[in-house]
T-cell receptor
Framework: DADVTQTPRNRITKTGKRIMLECSQT?????MYWYRQDPGLGLRLIYYSFDVKDINKGEISDGYSVSRQAQAKFSLSLESAIPNQTALYFCATRGTSSTDTQYFGPGTRLTVL | AQSVTQLGSHVSVSEGALVLLRCNYSSSVPPYLFWYVQYPNQGLQLLLK??????LVKGINGFEAEFKKSETSFHLTKPSAHMSDAAEYFC?????????????FGPGTSLSVIP
């Protein structure tokens, strides 16, 4: 089984709808991240969490919210989706050492019509 | 602001030829540097990382990269390309060792390998 899983893998929704993307990990890591990937822009950090009580905004948090339900689960919500949120979304985890590797999920392809 | 540039959004090489993917970064202090690979429909996978030890870093699948502080570069190389190397490659930098959680990714380079 994969260490980092994301559901759904693909989602098409309409403008104004609320949508939640879910991430689960079995690595036992405290730190979890949400990124979005756009062609030609690489990955940009949306939110990150050091533990269930410590959530931080990333570079592009506007229009997004997150919930850390447990050490293993980190959800990303779009309260009112808009077309420019169409992107590939990745969840990642890592340990607490500064040299620890990030492990990425397979991604969720979100299309907002 | 910190940034990462990758010269060439798309690189094509023949099978067996040298692979060279370029990465330059801007950082006021010695950073941590990374190369990730993304195969189609998959997440990113770490190829290698520089964390202030040896400047020549060896990674998985025969890739290596050399940190050159004077050139602020961290180019990725592989002596002989294989068809399975076709993927998207991302260079990334942690601006400082204390801001590892705010890794900045480059725009990516798509590598094609021609038979």
């Amino acid at each position: 089984d994969a260490d980092v899983t994301q559901t759904p893998r693909n989602r098409i929704t309409k403008t104004g709808k609320r949508i939640m993307l879910e991430c689960s990990q079995t690595k036992g890591h405290d730190r979890m991240y949400w990124y979005r990937q756009d062609p030609g822009l690489g990955l940009r950090l949306i939110y990150y969490s050091f533990d269930v009580k410590d959530i931080n905004k990333g570079e592009i948090s506007d229009g997004y919210s997150v919930s850390r339900q447990a050490q293993a689960k980190f959800s990303l919500s779009l309260e009112s989706a808009i077309p420019n949120q169409t992107a590939l979304y990745f969840c990642a985890t890592r340990g607490t050492s500064s040299t620890d590797t990030q492990y990425f999920g397979p991604g969720t392809r979100l299309t907002v019509l | 602001a910190q940034s990462v540039t990758q010269l060439g959004s798309h690189v094509s090489v023949s099978e067996g030829a040298l692979v060279l993917l370029r990465c330059n970064y801007s950082s006021s202090v010695p950073p941590y540097l990374f190369w990730y690979v993304q195969y189609p429909n998959q997440g990113l996978q770490l190829l290698l990382k520089y964390t202030s030890a040896a400047t020549l870093v060896k990674g998985i699948n025969g890739f290596e990269a050399e940190f050159k502080k004077s050139e602020t570069s961290f180019h990725l190389t592989k002596p002989s390309a294989h068809m399975s190397d076709a993927a998207e490659y991302f260079c990334a930098v942690s601006p400082t060792k204390s801001s590892y959680d705010k890794v900045i990714f480059g725009p990516g380079t798509s590598l094609s390998v021609i038979p």
